[in-house]
């Protein structure tokens, strides 16, 4: 996905979090981000930015990377052991806007001790790519809007997230739209609360 949860609270959703990919999933750094809010800085692609996000199996349709360095605190080596040995994997940057980036580490880390060096202080330098740019949020075709007059419209709303693609029961895509069905007064509304969720966090710049 390329949005946090919309059910947690806006605290939780509008705050900065890193992951890194262990081989298995995505475990978030058990680091408090303390570096002041700034939004990767966009820059142009080249083959060494290629070489580099490749390398942590980036896929790359955009037309630009990003920029950002951040400062960790571990409030122990064992913390800061279980993050470094996966340094070199890809991570995950959720911004303080809600926008999500996938990227690695790069150059070697600043790291510095405090309070008789049982805490570290580790600013990184990363090479982002945001996942917008290289993968829809949801990739289900329905196959009955092909030939409808609101197919464009469905679709658009489709790739927001305003509407279903998947049963939460199993997971399954859900292949039919029957975009001439009426609505019942759950499904108005569960699109009312996605639509004024994503309206916030236009409002909110991301």
């Known amino acids: 996905m390329t949005q946090q949860n919309n059910l ?3 605290d939780s959703v509008y705050k900065k979090k890193l992951f890194y990919d262990n081989g298995v999933h995505f475990i978030q750094v058990k680091a408090k ?3 002041e809010y700034k939004p990767p800085t966009p820059y142009l692609k080249t083959h ?3 070489t580099l996000a490749s390398s942590a199996g980036l896929v790359q349709n955009g037309t630009s990377h990003y920029n950002a360095t951040l400062t960790m605190l571990f409030y122990s080596k064992k913390e ?3 993050w470094l040995q996966f340094i ?3 991570h995950k940057y959720y911004d303080e806007k809600g926008t999500v980036y996938i990227g690695i580490v790069t150059g070697e880390p600043d790291i510095k001790t405090a309070e008789m060096e049982t805490k570290y202080i580790v600013t990184i330098g990363m090479s982002l790519v945001r996942k917008q740019d290289f993968e829809y949020k949801y990739k289900t075709e329905f196959i009955d ?3 409808h007059w609101a197919n464009k419209y469905i679709d658009n ?5 305003l509407i279903a693609t998947n049963w939460e029961a199993d997971g399954e895509s859900v292949v039919y739209f029957r975009p001439d069905e009426a609505a019942t007064r759950a499904e108005s509304i569960t ?7 994503h309206v916030d966090k236009l409002l909110r710049g991301y």
């Open 33 to 35: 981000l303390i570096t």
């Open 80 to 82: 800061y052991a279980d």
């Open 88 to 90: 070199g994997s890809q």
């Open 145 to 147: 809007i092909e030939n």
């Open 157 to 161: 709303m489709q790739q927001l997230g």
């Open 8 to 10: 947690l609270s806006e």
């Open 48 to 50: 060494v930015n290629q």
């Open 191 to 197: 699109f009312l609360m996605r639509t004024y969720r």
